[in-house]
C-alpha cells in the first residue's frame, strides 16, 4: 500500500538549519568558536541553582515562568506582565511566525539575517522575502521598499548575525514608523547585552503597537545549552503568543539557571568586557595580516578573505589544528568566516593559525 502520510505544503521545501560544528575527525582537542558561545562559560550561580534543582526534578516547572520574568522586569525596567520566555529566543521566533503568519503572507529577511526567521516562516506556510544589505548593515529603505499588502512580519537582527553590524535608534524608529499598518517589526537581540547602554528598542516596544523584541540567554549569559529566550511587547501581542505556548516549554532547570545569570551583574559586566577586549584585539590582529572585518557589535568577528576559495582554504587549515569557525557562505557570505571571540588563549591560537596561513599563501 502506497503511503497517505505526506507534510503540510512548503515543509519539504524548508533547508535544514546547520549549527556550528562542534568535532574535527582526527583532532581530540578542539577549539569551538563556531556558534557564539560565552567561552568564559555560565555564571557560578546559574551552576549553583541548577544543582539545586536536581533532587526536584520530579516536579514539573512553573507553567507561567513568574520567577524569571519578574527578574527580566527587575534588571531591565519592564512589566513582566509583557514578557514571554521561550525554550531559546528560537522558540519565540516559531511563535510569532505561527501565530501572525500563514500562507500567502510575506515575511522579510535581510541578506544576511540569520536562518530561522526564514525556516519558521516556511514552517508556518508564509513566504520568506529576502531583502539586499547595504555593505553588510541592514539597510532599512530596501525593507521598506520591498513590504507589500501581504507583508506580515519584518525581522532583524540587531546587532546583527552573522554580519555583527548594527543600525542606530533613529533608523529603526524609521523602520517601525515606516511599516504597513498590518505589519509587525520584530528586534531580535540576541547580541544586545554585547553593546553598552544599548536598549535594545525597548523604547521603541513600550511607544508603539508594532514592535516586539526578542532576546536570549544563549550569548552573553552562557547558556545556550538550557535554551532560554524571552520576548518582550505589546500586550495584545504577548496575549496571542501566551495562547500557542505550551504550558511547560521551559525545564525547571533552564528557569532557575536563567534568573540566577540574570541576577549575577557582576558576572554580566566582567563577560562583557573581557569580550570587548579581545574582540579589539583580535579584529586588530587579523587587520595586520590583511583580513579585513567590520566593526563588529557582538561576541563574534566576521574576517573577510579575498575570495570563497581562500576562506574555505583557510577554515581547512584552521581545522586541521582543532580551531573550528563558522563558514557562512549558506548566509551569501562565501568569502567569510565567522570567529567567535574565544578566551585569551583561543582568540591568540586563532590569530596566530590566521597569520600562518596569510604568511605561507
Ligand atoms: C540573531 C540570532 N537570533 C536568535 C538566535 C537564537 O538563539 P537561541 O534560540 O539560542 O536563543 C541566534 C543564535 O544563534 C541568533 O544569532
Known amino acids: 500500500m502506497t503511503s497517505q502520510i505526506i507534510a503540510q505544503p512548503g515543509i519539504m521545501e524548508i533547508d535544514l538549519y546547520e549549527g556550528g560544528a ?77 501565530a501572525f503568519v500563514g ?89 544586545a547585552e554585547f553593546v553598552d547602554g544599548f536598549d535594545a528598542g525597548k523604547a521603541l516596544v513600550e511607544t508603539r503597537d508594532n514592535v516586539v523584541m526578542t532576546r536570549t540567554f544563549s550569548k552573553l549569559y552562557g547558556l545556550g545549552g538550557a535554551r532560554v529566550g524571552w520576548g518582550y511587547g505589546p500586550q495584545a501581542i504577548i496575549d496571542v503568543l501566551n495562547r500557542i505556548r505550551g504550558p511547560f516549554n521551559l525545564s525547571g532547570f533552564a528557569l532557575a539557571a536563567a534568573e540566577a545569570s540574570i541576577r549575577d551583574t557582576s558576572y554580566v559586566a566582567f563577560c562583557r568586557a573581557e569580550n570587548a577586549k579581545w574582540r579589539a584585539w583580535l579584529a586588530e590582529a587579523l587587520a595586520e595580516v590583511g583580513v579585513a572585518s567590520d566593526t563588529s557589535c557582538t561576541n563574534f568577528i566576521l574576517a573577510r578573505f579575498a575570495d570563497g576559495k581562500e576562506a574555505e582554504t583557510c577554515d581547512a587549515y584552521l581545522q586541521a589544528q582543532g580551531l573550528i569557525v563558522r563558514r557562512v557562505a549558506g548566509y551569501n557570505l562565501p568569502q567569510a568566516l565567522r570567529i567567535t571571540i574565544g578566551d585569551e588563549a583561543s582568540c591568540r591560537q586563532v590569530a596566530s593559525a590566521i597569520a600562518a596561513f596569510k604568511g605561507a599563501a
Open 103 to 191: 500562507p500567502g503572507d510575506e515575511v522579510i529577511h535581510t541578506e544576511h539575517g540569520f536562518a530561522m526567521y526564514r525556516i519558521s516562516a516556511q514552517a508556518a506556510g508564509a513566504t520568506p522575502v529576502e531583502v539586499p544589505e547595504r555593505d553588510r548593515v541592514t539597510d532599512v529603505d530596501a525593507i521598506l521598499a520591498a513590504c507589500t499588502e501581504r507583508t506580515k512580519l519584518v525581522f532583524i537582527a540587531n546587532p546583527n548575525n552573522p554580519t555583527g553590524t548594527m543600525i542606530g535608534a533613529a533608523e529603526v524608529a524609521r523602520l517601525a514608523e515606516g511599516l504597513p499598518q498590518q505589519t509587525l517589526l520584530v528586534l531580535d537581540g540576541a547580541y
Open 22 to 98: 562542534a568535532h574535527v575527525a582526527g583532532v581530540s582537542n578542539v577549539i569551538k568558536l563556531s556558534s557564539n558561545e560565552n567561552p568564559l562559560g555560565p555564571s557560578p550561580a546559574a551552576v549553583q541553582a541548577v544543582r539545586d534543582m536536581a533532587a526536584n526534578m520530579h516536579r514539573y516547572p512553573s507553567t507561567d515562568h513568574l520567577a524569571l520574568r519578574t527578574a527580566i522586569g527587575e534588571v531591565h525596567t519592564m512589566d513582566p506582565a509583557r514578557i514571554i520566555c521561550g525554550a531559546g529566543s528560537d522558540e519565540i521566533i516559531a511563535f510569532l511566525c505561527q
